[in-house]
């Protein structure tokens, strides 16, 4: 075991070190309880041609997407 500064941190002590130069702990993003990732992964993988039809209906029109 290393006998350096950082040899024993607790996890709050972690925390304190991490704050010091205005770092975060990173966390996942959560899911909703509601989600439903295979109705998800249908509309990702639908999106570009529905997209791509758009643009051919309305050339003159700029197409923004908002995530």
Same mark, same amino acid.
């Given at each position: 075991?290393?006998?350096? $500064?950082? #040899?024993?941190? %607790? #996890?709050?002590?972690?925390?304190?070190?991490?704050?010091? $130069?205005?770092?975060?702990?990173?966390? %996942?993003? &959560?899911?909703? &309880?509601?989600?439903? &990732? #295979? !109705? =998800?992964?249908?509309?990702?993988?639908?999106? $570009?041609?529905?997209? =791509? !039809?758009? #643009?051919?209906?309305? &050339?003159?029109?700029?197409? =923004?997407?908002?995530?």
């Amino acid at each position: 075991m290393s006998s350096g $500064p950082m #040899a024993f941190i %607790t #996890a709050n002590g972690g925390s304190c070190l991490l704050k010091r $130069p205005n770092l975060s702990r990173q966390k %996942t993003r &959560p899911s909703h &309880p509601k989600g439903n &990732p #295979a !109705a =998800q992964t249908a509309f990702k993988k639908k999106l $570009p041609s529905e997209l =791509q !039809a758009l #643009a051919t209906e309305h &050339p003159e029109a700029r197409l =923004q997407l908002w995530c």
